[in-house]
């Protein structure tokens, strides 16, 4: 069977759309399905670089997650910095996130962003993940802060 | 002293022993669908039911919400074989169980509400 290439419109689509997807499904039934989404997608990300399971340094797995998620990739976010932490875990500081463009909000606003990064990072880890904002665009800071922790 | 996901995974172990052939799986959930600790059977994806418990605690806030009738306490699938009972374990995270058709449902509520009682405080 045929599949839609769109050929005229291409692979990217607007943030307004977007928004609504994930707004909408967030007034319905909370924000599990959209980290869910999400994790899904930063694990798939994973396994197409060939990075499953792997022990690469920080530096080296942002300029990876920047290529696949920033500018020159899906333009999700540009992913400004990764951190190993002493517990095993890392923080993640991203910008121009597409969860927080053109939203103002009083609690942490990346869902689906941050479900990125858990699933990214239980697919290189291979242990399971848990994730926190500390810092949101939508809620005034200069950029997204996501603390991914092992469980 | 043991850690929290030894205490969380001790408080499935309480609720598994409880219900005995009642009960067939247990999974601790964070409120975002990251599963905390599971005794799930091999058989089942826990990663999958943990979002998929999530969601339901989502909808089912929003439902209860809605309508103004409180905070949930619980929501139950019946199946042709079997049931799944979800509630919450605090504000941040809950409990899916997975139960055997027949289960008796007036242990089983007891039982889990003990058990989710004990993974929120762990959570808390």
Known sequence: MATNDRPTLGNFMSLTCFQYLRVGTEEVAERAPIVAAGRKRGYDVIESLGLIGSTQDAALIRDQLDAALGIKGTKLCIVESVIAKPNG?????????????????????????MGVFIGAFQAITGARVKGYETECCACGAAACIYQIDPV | MATRQEQITSALDRLSANLGNDISGAVAVSMDGIVLASRMSSEVNADRVGAVAATMVGVTRRVTNELKIGAPEEAIIKASDGLFMVLPAGDQSLLAVNLRQGANLGMVRIEAREAAIAIGRVIS
């Open chain 1, 89 to 113: 875990g890392y923080e993640v500081r991203i910008s121009e996130g597409a969860c927080t463009a053109g939203q103002t909000a009083s609690q942490p606003h990346c869902a689906f962003t």
